[in-house]
């Protein structure tokens, strides 16, 4: 099975349903977007980068047969016959012989010999690399072993997917959108900074914004003068220290909404767009959480998006970019939309689930696209997984069920070689829970949650009798609880960056305030 959306996509990057691509699952390419640029301070997230980075692992879904994705780790077995089972075309794998989990599939690729001399054989028959998104790593990979990007320069892409551009893209085409202000440099900073004085004084809060933040990296919520004057001075007095006029930022109003959403289009080398879906997006502090699918819009919003994708993909096009676009946007209480709050110049979370979508969520289904955390003591073999969740598993004869579609990510933080005692890890496991109801989709999510949070707390306690000298309880290792049994807390995951329910973005002005 390999979906009409990957052909769509084949011929929108190269003119050809059937050409051969090798996918690369860069995630959070704007962590290389941002290098070199001013904007909020960013952290290194520990395990979360780690687990970010086997996101890689989503590409399986979205190439088909014939294709090829590159990955930083060979998939687990039973994962890869699970998948076959429910009918998908699996690509062929370009796996790196050594891996840092610390980094990029990119990364890792660019030092690995025979994935670069296996690229270069492809190449040389004319297939071309998608990546997740395209910076200079990319276009060094691809040039190291010679073979051709399916994508525009990477400073294109970059410049695209600037928050920057979009604000500036939003007014030029008289789109709608909170009231805010682009600084690119420092006087556009200052005089942001005293129109958001004036709403502060007005009981209103604003949101500070780099550039190139994702994933709630890189945002600041202000809601008093006295950090609005703090803010303004540390990004200053650090440009002075850099020697640097440039700002890198956006200021917005921040308004109340209903709804968060995430539609895609999709620009061919020759202009035309096509558009592909739009899905309500489960955030949190603006950490991307989920989607909800279908949407929850009547036809006149769905229609506004529709003729929005249309000018956006057209006035792209004539900034020679081609490809996937994602757009966020927002719901306000009254039903209006805010259908430009930043531009996504590369494939986002939805992409990789084009294929499911298409296969198995029919116009009377309803789905949930979720990250489960977990802590585990050990690592988690898919076997084990499939024996818990048994019943939950998505059955393509009910049309209900789990669907895992990403199972690199749950083991991606486990310590490697013999763990230490009372150590656990953190991992997530990603999945679309489809059903015939939202109510029915809300309750399975509850009892795949459960189940996982059972098998979890099971590997811990066996690791800890292991560590003890002890044999581990007879007790089974998940119980299985009826139908409606109480569910247990279990929120989701941020879907990108800390796999914990940790501080997503630094506090910049932390230091200042204890001083």
């Not at 819009?297 to 249309?310: D, F, H, I, K, P």
Request: net charge negative; aromatic share 6%; glycine share 12%.
């Amino acid at each position: 099975m390999t979906g009409h959306f990957t052909g769509r996509l084949k011929a929108a990057l190269t003119g050809n349903p059937d050409a051969e691509l090798v996918f690369l699952g860069n995630f959070e390419v704007e962590d290389q977007w941002a290098r070199g640029e001013p904007g909020l301070p960013r952290l290194t997230f520990g395990s979360g980068s780690v687990i970010v980075n086997r996101m890689d692992e989503f590409a399986l879904l979205l190439a088909g047969k014939g294709d090829h994705v590159v990955l930083k780790g060979e998939p687990d077995p039973d994962y890869l016959s699970h998948l076959e089972e429910l009918g998908f075309d699996l690509p062929g794998l370009l796996v790196v012989e050594h891996q840092d989990p610390g980094s990029t599939v990119t990364q890792d690729a660019l030092e690995d010999r025979p994935v670069l001399r296996e690229l270069g054989r492809i190449g040389a028959r004319a297939g071309v690399v998608c990546a997740h998104g395209v910076s200079e790593l990319e276009e060094r990979l691809a040039e190291r072993a010679g073979i051709a990007l399916a994508a525009p320069p990477a400073a294109i892409c970059k410049a695209v997917n600037s928050k920057i551009y979009s604000r500036r893209l939003a007014g030029e085409l008289g789109i709608r959108q909170t009231r805010g202000w682009t600084c690119a440099s420092l006087a556009e900073l200052d005089a942001a900074v005293e129109a958001a004085r004036a709403l502060l004084a007005d009981g209103r809060r604003v949101v500070f914004k780099d550039a190139f933040g994702v994933s709630g990296k890189g945002i600041e919520v202000v809601e008093e003068e006295r950090r609005l004057d703090r803010l303004h001075r540390m990004i200053r007095g650090r440009a002075r220290k850099a020697g640097d006029d440039r700002a890198g930022l956006v200021v917005e109003e921040w308004v109340a909404k209903r709804a968060d959403l995430n539609y895609q289009f999709t620009v061919g080398r020759d202009g035309r767009v096509h558009v592909d879906f739009v899905k309500e997006a489960l955030t949190e502090g603006g950490v991307h959480l989920g989607h909800r699918i279908p949407a929850r819009l009547t036809e006149r919003q769905t229609a506004e998006l529709t003729e929005v994708s249309r000018l956006l993909g057209g006035r792209l096009a004539e900034d020679g970019y081609f490809g996937v676009v994602g757009v966020d946007a927002m719901v306000d209480p009254d039903g209006g939309l805010y259908p430009i709050v930043e531009i996504n110049a590369r494939h986002n979370m939805s992409t990789y689930q084009a294929s499911i979508q298409e296969a198995f969520i029919g116009s009377g289904s309803t789905a949930l696209v979720r990250g489960y955390p977990l802590r585990l003591g050990a690592p988690l073999p898919f076997g084990s997984l499939r024996r818990a969740l048994a019943d939950l598993l998505f059955d393509p004869a009910r049309g209900t069920g789990l669907l895992i579609n990403n199972h690199a990510t749950v083991n991606a933080a486990a310590p490697p070689g013999e763990r230490a005692p009372e150590t656990d890890f953190t991992g997530r496991l990603h999945g679309v829970v489809v059903a015939d109801s939202a109510d029915r989709t809300a309750a399975l999510d509850d009892e795949v949650g459960r189940r996982l949070a059972a098998l979890a707390e099971s590997t811990r306690r066996s690791a800890g009798s292991a560590a003890r000298g002890r044999q581990p309880s007879a007790a089974p290792s998940w119980p299985v609880a009826p139908r409606g049994g109480a569910a247990c807390d279990h929120s989701p995951a941020p879907l990108q960056g800390a796999g914990e329910p940790e501080r997503t973005s630094p506090d910049p002005l932390r230091g200042e305030e204890r001083g």
